[in-house]
């Protein structure tokens, strides 16, 4: 399954691109606000999920 990822790096957040089936790790952007980080990581969750759907 495809889903995008938060981790918590020095004084930023690190989005990934997570590729469970394949177990491939892509470093997409680097947040340096905590709240947008979360907004982000939700919104591209929502897509990913609204895409395979249709």
């Known amino acids: 399954m ?3 990822e938060i981790e918590e790096g020095i ?3 690190n989005l ?3 590729d469970d089936d394949n177990n ?3 470093l997409i ?3 340096f606000n905590d709240v ?3 907004i982000i ?3 591209m969750n929502e897509y990913v999920t609204s895409s395979a759907k249709s």
Do not use: T
């Open 2 to 4: 495809i889903k995008y």
């Open 11 to 13: 004084n930023s957040f």
């Open 24 to 26: 491939v790790k892509v």
């Open 29 to 31: 952007a680097v947040i």
């Open 16 to 18: 990934f691109l997570k």
């Open 36 to 38: 947008h980080a979360r």
């Open 41 to 43: 990581n939700r919104k």
